[in-house]
Structure formats: C-alpha cells, structure tokens
C-alpha cells in the first residue's frame, strides 16, 4: 500500500546546482505535505510544508512545489551544499496534519564538491 | 530550541521480553506519536495518542503494544512480549497540531529515536 512514492531511491548533484526531489501520492484526502531529512542515526528533521490550499511555499533554499491534478509535488533545493547530503523523506497528512504521516521511502541525496 | 527527548538511544532485549521505551515531547505539544523503521524500510505510523487516550493506531499496534502518559511530560511506548520482528528504529514524535489553515502549526517533530534489538 504505497499511498506516497519516492521513485528515485538517490540522487547526485554538485554542489551549487539545484536539486530536485519528486514525490507522488494517490490519496485525494490527503491535504498537507512535507518533507523531512534525516541523517543516520538521527530522527527525520522537519525541513518544510505545505497545504493543500497553496501550489508553493519556500524557505530559504528550500521551495516545495504541489500540482493537485497530478497529485505530484516536489521538493527544490537552491543552491545544494554537501551539507545537504543526507535522506530526505516525503510525508502526507489528511485532515489538517493531526493525523498519522503517511511518508515514502526516501531518496538519498548526495551533494558532491 | 526545544526537541524531542528519547531514552535509551539502544535497547537489546530478549524475545518474549518486555521493553518500555520513553519519550518527553515537546512541552506545549498536544498530540503524540510513536513511529517505528525497519531497516530499509519506510517509517511507518504506530499510534497517535491526544488528551490521554489513543486517537488512531495501525494495524501494527496490536495487543501487544500500549502507550501510556505517566505524568505531564513523559510518553512510553511498552511492548509486552518482544518479537524478533520488532527490531527497529523507534521514533517518538509530538505537534501542536492546531491547523491554522495557511500556517504551520500542524508539523511533527521526531526525536532521535531509540533502536530495539530482539535477540
């Protein structure tokens, strides 16, 4: 039951250039979304959201783009730094966010120098 | 900055033994959760709990788990009888979860988690 996919497994970028990380999910209740990084050994740190009344939201580096008609959103991280390097998880929520997160399986990111 | 506070970082246990992991969230925090890993696999929701008593679980949390608000600060996580099948990364997580329409208020955050290792 895979309500939200990461298709990508990894991703390589140099540092400087953008990264781009997709996520789908099929649940049409879902109304809010967000991504979570994390580290080995560490706890998933939230990094950004948004609902599902807005098509866009950023901060800093980080913009996450949602098109509902394709259930389909994306995480844009401008400009990468190795720091970055890390998992990064897509999560949804239905029902304004107090219910369970339903993430995806990760992309692993690695930011080279 | 406040976070969300687990104990112990690694438990190993014996199978049919009992484990009582801990968490403190966040102090102004509402809602609670625990989520558990598998190596490999994806993180996957166990049971919300809000105004001391469980608001969701999955399919997961069977008889064999409960959740428990000892005092104001403390959540725990028991599982009575552990199994080799519940070796994994547990993570505790809290929100405010007041959803204020544009804003964020609704976003959970995890702690660092524990790893239980069934022997």
């Known amino acids: 039951d895979q309500q939200v996919k990461q298709n990508s497994p990894s991703l390589s970028v140099q540092e400087g250039r953008i990264s781009i990380l997709n996520c789908d999910y099929t649940?049409?209740?879902?109304?809010?979304f967000l991504w979570y990084k994390k580290y080995p050994a560490e706890g998933p740190t939230f990094l950004i959201s948004i609902s599902s009344i807005k098509d866009k939201n950023e901060d800093g580096r980080f913009t996450v783009f949602l098109n509902k008609s394709a259930k389909h959103l994306s995480l844009h991280i401008v400009p990468s730094q190795p720091g970055d390097s890390a998992v990064y998880f897509c999560a949804a929520s239905a029902e304004g966010g107090s219910e369970k997160l339903v993430f995806g399986k990760g992309t692993k990111l690695t930011v080279n120098p | 900055e406040p976070e969300v506070t687990q104990t112990p970082s690694h438990q190993v246990t014996q199978m049919g033994q009992e484990v009582i992991l801990r968490c403190v969230p966040i102090s102004n925090h509402l809602y609670f959760y625990w989520y558990r890993q598998i190596l490999g696999q994806k993180v996957e929701f166990l049971v919300s709990?809000?105004?001391?008593?469980?608001?969701?679980k999955s399919e997961i949390f069977d008889d064999q788990f409960s959740v428990e608000r000892p005092d104001g600060s403390n959540f725990t996580l028991k599982i009575r009888s552990t199994k080799l099948e519940d070796s994994a990364m547990y993570f505790c997580?809290?929100?405010?979860?007041?959803?204020?329409?544009?804003?964020?208020?609704?976003?959970?955050?995890f702690g660092p988690g524990t790893r239980l290792t069934v022997l």
């Open positions: 709990f809000y105004n001391n008593e469980i608001s969701e």
């Open positions: 649940n049409s209740m879902f109304d809010y």
């Open positions: 997580a809290s929100s405010v979860s007041e959803f204020y329409g544009e804003l964020a208020g609704v976003e959970q955050f």
